[in-house]
């Protein structure tokens, strides 16, 4: 999305300097009449120049932008595989599911995949991780996941410094800002455990719901894709529901470490256990429909 924006506002950016050239070559005419002749003969020559060097320059940039590279097909091993651990893929129409491996076929062309401590990643982990990005943006047009360019898998959780340690308790971490900011950390080992049952726990859709919230350029558990209103309503909601400070049943606690968590979270139990969350948090969850169709 963020890549069709940039696209949007080059195109905006070229119309402006065409207008400046087309008003420009109005003056020709009337040099011509004048004294000013040869002037008018070199200006004119210079625009057409000029118009030809940047209509070739934006069509060379529009077309490097826009190019995807051609999806990964999936084979029918692919499909069982995807049938026997992927629930929420089990549990789709059989014309969703073609939805489905399409999607992830653009996701595996167009994410580099890396697996820390394996020179190639098995096809089984690149699965896992395009099956979260899928399921978290379901029911959305697709796009590139904002500025997202690799996700690195570790075999098991790790700390804050992004060590794999023996008490590592981070599962995941989508970068905000600087060196990794298109970078995203998945543990191998909480990625597989999440998609064992449809129990609204599962880190990769977790990480990638943050992803939905940065497509505004800022994780604050307000995703810019809710309309205004929603937005509003939403924040009076989440700030009510944090205020609470108890500890429920309801959904995980980590939820209520702040907004970006609980939106999160959330997403978590709204893409897995939807009737779940719309008995808890009916109003949470009618936001999420209109916003976010499942």
């Known amino acids: 999305m963020n890549n069709y924006l940039k696209f949007l506002e080059g195109k905006a950016r070229f119309s402006a300097w065409l207008i400046v050239l087309f008003v420009s070559l109005l003056f020709v005419p009337l040099l011509l009449t004048s004294d000013y002749k040869v002037l008018a003969k070199i200006i004119g020559v210079t625009i057409v120049v000029l118009f030809s060097v940047a209509l070739w320059f934006w069509r060379t940039q529009t077309i490097r932008s826009l190019k995807k590279q051609a999806r990964i097909k999936l084979n029918l091993n692919d499909r069982f595989w995807l049938n026997e651990h992927i629930p929420y893929y089990k549990a789709l129409s059989k014309s969703?599911?073609?939805?489905?491996?399409?999607r992830l076929g653009l996701f595996l062309a167009e994410i580099r995949i890396t697996e820390i401590g394996k020179e190639i990643p098995e096809k089984e982990t690149c699965l896992y991780v395009a099956s979260s990005a899928i399921i978290a943006f379901w029911g959305l047009p697709y796009w590139n996941y904002g500025e997202l360019t690799e996700v690195l898998v570790y075999p098991k959780d790790f700390n804050e410094s992004n060590e794999i340690v023996d008490n590592g308790y981070l599962q995941g971490k989508v970068h905000h800002g600087g060196l990794m900011d298109s970078t995203m950390i998945l543990s191998l080992e909480s990625l597989i455990k999440g998609f064992k049952n449809l129990d609204g726990h599962n880190v990769g859709i977790h990480e990638f719901s943050h992803l939905i919230d940065k497509n505004d350029d800022v994780i604050d558990g307000v995703p810019g894709l809710f309309s205004i209103d929603d937005q509003n309503l939403w924040n009076e909601l989440i700030e009510t529901e944090l205020r609470k400070r108890i500890k429920q049943n309801k959904i995980d606690n980590y939820a209520y470490t702040g907004?970006?968590?609980f939106f999160a979270v959330i997403m978590e139990y709204y893409r897995e256990t939807p009737e779940k969350l719309e008995r808890?948090?009916?109003e949470i969850y009618a936001i999420l429909k209109r916003n976010l169709p499942n």
């Open 96 to 102: 969703n599911k073609i939805i489905f491996e399409d």
């Open 259 to 261: 907004k970006t968590e």
């Open 280 to 282: 808890h948090f009916p």
